[in-house]
């Protein structure tokens, strides 16, 4: 955190060219082209209503080019509010600004040997303690910039935020305030809200008319030690009741016979599948449901011969796997509910060679967990790694008839799932628009704050964070492709996300290898990005015509309308008060984790 010092303007303002000269002593650098530093598009951004005692940031971006130090002088009332932080560009050494009398004088420079400052940069970020009601505004006087030559340029960026600073008392009964910076926060429902009904799209059952149930007749228990079953299936019996099912039948149901096991195995030949695929005209799908859970097998997923056989098994964990997890899940602050269950699908083919398939292709696979009595709404599924640690998985918790609730999980692979319960909140959403859903995300592991317990909601999002933010929503599993940027440190927090974002198609490079982590992502990237993750899930949806306003003098990039109207069909982006969008205006943390729980919601991998 930087220190705010109230001391005079005038010992604290120093020449740029000073600043600049004083980092070239500590770090010299080679010489440049002397091409001069240029900036435009500038905009202010932050929470428009903040809450009288409370906190809010605002946050400056420009489109620069050759930069390599500035100084920006904004101004603000301080009789309505207070300077408590100020940070400037990433990477870099930042003078400590003067917070005093209204004004702050922000003067930063790269560090050594980096590259200047180039494309859509966070300039400045403030935050602000408010200390009473009512309208206040933060101003961007003027902005000095510097290239490595110490060639100088001054602009006047002419922007100013804003904020309707609120009392406690007036909030509504949702927790929100309003909007913020371009996305306008949905109402929260009520706390007696049912949760949402499973979706056609991504229910375990996709539709009753068109599923069939196999017969008893059809499954044999082979053998049952203790609790753990094992069942095969009755060829002749199965094909003849397939071959005779009704050309709308695209769902075959197996119930393993069994009222209360620890472990469900059923072998499948090859056989079977092709059946089922032939009847359903290449679209059907097998589920296998037990006391153990349910599991839909995604059969176009498999590689078969003509005399395979896959085993699909579902079992809960040992005794003593149930207290190491429990102990780990209580050390992150949950408690973990009932008996974890590992789901795992292994093809042995006629060589005798048998894979177990820890991960698909390109399918969601969709599994039940045992109904349960539980509070949806402090309860999350969770899947359990190798490693010990546990991560989100997307969950619908749907109720049943006497009450209880069925988790229905989407992965595209195989692992050990359960559920645990607890919630997370962060120091600095106290009054903040975004609160309440935020704290919903990080209760489903789905978002995280810094080492200081804070989650900077009106901090734009970088490409980094937002990688991790995606992948982790769907739980996307590692393929086996090399993937390298020159940007990219392999041990960094975010490598392992960015590869499956790319890997995945949702993200792209750059020219030059470069990936470029710590850039902002701007509205119109965001929607690009969860656009093509909605396609991934294989969700189908037409977008309705819709009246976008922009910005005077915006307009929409052909690589992001589609997806913009997109998103704005769905609801996922409704834009800000005045329904504008924004695109070119990168989001913030806030804002990016409220669309993606929208967008959550509306593929049902979570309950509204």
Same mark, same amino acid.
């Given at each position: 955190?930087?220190?705010?010092?109230?001391?005079?303007?005038?010992?604290?303002?120093?020449?740029?060219?000073?600043?600049?000269?004083?980092?070239?002593?500590?770090?010299?650098?080679?010489?440049?082209?002397?091409?001069?530093?240029?900036?435009?598009?500038?905009?202010?951004?932050?929470?428009?209503?903040?809450?009288?005692?409370?906190?809010?940031?605002?946050?400056?971006?420009?489109?620069?080019?050759?930069?390599?130090?500035?100084?920006?002088?904004?101004?603000?009332?301080?009789?309505?509010?207070?300077?408590?932080?100020?940070?400037?560009?990433?990477?870099?050494?930042?003078?400590?600004?003067?917070?005093?009398?209204?004004?702050?004088?922000?003067?930063?420079?790269?560090?050594?040997?980096?590259?200047?400052?180039?494309?859509?940069?966070?300039?400045?970020?403030?935050?602000?303690?408010?200390?009473?009601?009512?309208?206040?505004?933060?101003?961007?006087?003027?902005?000095?910039?510097?290239?490595?030559?110490?060639?100088?340029?001054?602009?006047?960026?002419?922007?100013?935020?804003?904020?309707?600073?609120?009392?406690?008392?007036?909030?509504?009964?949702?927790?929100?305030?309003?909007?913020?910076?371009?996305?306008?926060?949905?109402?929260?429902?009520?706390?007696?809200?049912?949760?949402?009904?499973?979706?056609?799209?991504?229910?375990?059952?996709?539709?009753?008319?068109?599923?069939?149930?196999?017969?008893?007749?059809?499954?044999?228990?082979?053998?049952?030690?203790?609790?753990?079953?094992?069942? =095969?299936?009755?060829?002749?019996? $199965? !094909? +003849?009741? @397939?071959?005779?099912? %009704?050309?709308?039948?695209?769902?075959? &149901? /197996?119930?393993?016979?069994?009222?209360?096991?620890?472990?469900?195995? =059923?072998?499948?030949?090859?056989? $079977? !599948? +092709?059946? @089922?695929?032939?009847? %359903?005209?290449?679209?059907?799908?097998? &589920? /296998?449901?037990?006391?153990?859970?349910?599991?839909?097998?995604?059969?176009?997923?498999?590689?078969?011969?003509?005399?395979?056989?896959?085993?699909?098994?579902?079992?809960?964990?040992?005794?003593?796997? /149930?207290?190491?997890?429990?102990?780990?899940?209580?050390?992150?602050?949950?408690?973990?509910?009932?008996?974890?269950?590992?789901?795992?699908?292994?093809?042995?083919?006629?060589?005798?060679?048998?894979?177990?398939?820890?991960?698909?292709?390109?399918?969601?696979?969709?599994?039940?967990?045992?109904?349960?009595?539980?509070?949806?709404?402090?309860?999350?599924?969770?899947l359990f790694l190798p490693d010990g640690t546990m991560a989100p998985v997307p969950t619908l918790f749907v109720k049943q008839p006497d009450g209880s609730y069925v988790a229905l999980i989407?992965?595209?692979?195989?692992?050990?799932?359960?559920?645990?319960?607890?919630?997370?909140?962060?120091?600095?959403?106290?009054?903040?628009?975004?609160?309440?859903?935020?704290?919903?995300?990080?209760?489903?592991?789905?978002?995280?704050?810094?080492?200081?317990?804070?989650?900077?909601?009106?901090?734009?999002?970088?490409?980094?964070?937002?990688?991790?933010?995606?992948?982790?929503?769907?739980?996307?599993?590692?393929?086996?492709?090399?993937?390298?940027?020159?940007?990219?440190?392999?041990?960094?927090?975010?490598?392992?996300?960015?590869?499956?974002?790319?890997?995945?198609?949702?993200?792209?490079?750059?020219?030059?290898?470069?990936?470029?982590?710590?850039?902002?992502?701007?509205?119109?990237?965001?929607?690009?990005?969860?656009?093509?993750?909605?396609?991934?899930?294989?969700?189908?949806y037409d977008s309705p015509p819709q009246s976008i306003q922009l910005l005077e003098g915006e307009q929409l990039n052909d690589w992001s309308k589609a997806a913009i109207e997109g998103m704005?069909?769905?609801?996922?982006?409704?834009?800000?008060?005045?329904?504008?969008?924004?695109?070119?205006?990168?989001?913030?943390?806030?804002?990016?984790?409220?669309?993606?729980?929208?967008?959550?919601?509306?593929?049902?991998?979570?309950?509204?």
């Open positions: 955190m930087i220190a705010i010092y109230n001391s005079k303007r005038w010992k604290m303002r120093i020449p740029l060219y000073i600043f600049v000269l004083l980092c070239m002593l500590i770090a010299p650098f080679p010489a440049h082209a002397n091409t001069l530093p240029a900036a435009s598009a500038f905009t202010l951004s932050g929470n428009a209503s903040p809450v009288v005692g409370g906190s809010f940031t605002v946050t400056a971006t420009a489109q620069v080019s050759e930069v390599f130090a500035f100084e920006a002088i904004f101004r603000y009332d301080p009789l309505k509010v207070k300077l408590i932080r100020a940070d400037g560009a990433s990477n870099g050494n930042l003078l400590k600004p003067d917070g005093g009398e209204g004004t702050i004088i922000l003067a930063w420079s790269e560090a050594g040997n980096e590259q200047s400052l180039n494309g859509i940069v966070r300039m400045a970020q403030l935050t602000f303690n408010v200390l009473q009601e009512g309208e206040t505004e933060v101003s961007w006087q003027s902005l000095k910039i510097a290239n490595r030559s110490l060639q100088e340029v001054a602009v006047t960026p002419d922007r100013s935020f804003r904020a309707q600073a609120r009392s406690e008392s007036s909030l509504d009964d949702t927790g929100s305030t309003g909007s913020t910076g371009g996305v306008s926060a949905p109402r929260a429902e009520g706390a007696g809200k049912e949760p949402a009904t499973v979706a056609p799209e991504v229910a375990i059952i996709t539709n009753p008319a068109q599923t069939m149930q196999v017969s008893e007749q059809a499954v044999r228990v082979t053998s049952e030690s203790g609790n753990r079953v094992h069942a =095969v299936l009755n060829m002749t019996q $199965v !094909l +003849q009741e @397939i071959q005779e099912s %009704s050309k709308e039948t695209s769902t075959f &149901v /197996i119930t393993i016979p069994t009222k209360e096991s620890s472990s469900v195995s =059923v072998d499948i030949p090859s056989e $079977v !599948l +092709q059946a @089922i695929l032939s009847a %359903s005209g290449g679209s059907g799908s097998l &589920v /296998i449901s037990s006391s153990v859970g349910m599991y839909k097998l995604p059969i176009n997923q498999l590689k078969l011969d003509a005399n395979s056989k896959v085993t699909i098994a579902m079992a809960t964990v040992t005794e003593e796997q /149930i207290q190491a997890i429990g102990t780990r899940v209580a050390a992150e602050g949950f408690t973990l509910t009932g008996a974890p269950v590992d789901f795992s699908v292994s093809i042995q083919l006629s060589s005798g060679q048998i894979t177990e398939l820890h991960d698909y292709d390109s399918a969601f696979a969709a599994r039940t967990l045992p109904a349960r009595q539980l509070d949806p709404e402090q309860t999350a599924a969770v989407q992965r595209m692979g195989n692992s050990t799932y359960g559920l645990i319960t607890g919630s997370r909140t962060f120091a600095d959403l106290s009054g903040h628009w975004s609160e309440r859903h935020i704290e919903v995300m990080a209760g489903r592991l789905l978002v995280n704050g810094d080492s200081e317990g804070r989650f900077r909601p009106d901090d734009a999002i970088t490409r980094a964070e937002f990688a991790k933010l995606l992948t982790d929503a769907f739980a996307l599993p590692e393929k086996d492709v090399r993937t390298t940027f020159s940007d990219v440190d392999p041990s960094a927090w975010y490598s392992a996300s960015f590869r499956k974002a790319v890997s995945f198609g949702l993200m792209e490079g750059y020219d030059g290898g470069l990936f470029r982590p710590d850039a902002f992502v701007t509205r119109e990237e965001l929607a690009v990005m969860l656009d093509r993750a909605i396609h991934l899930t294989g969700y189908k704005v069909g769905l609801g996922i982006i409704t834009g800000d008060q005045e329904h504008r969008i924004r695109p070119s205006q990168p989001a913030t943390r806030a804002e990016a984790a409220v669309m993606l729980k929208r967008m959550l919601i509306k593929l049902s991998f979570m309950n509204e």
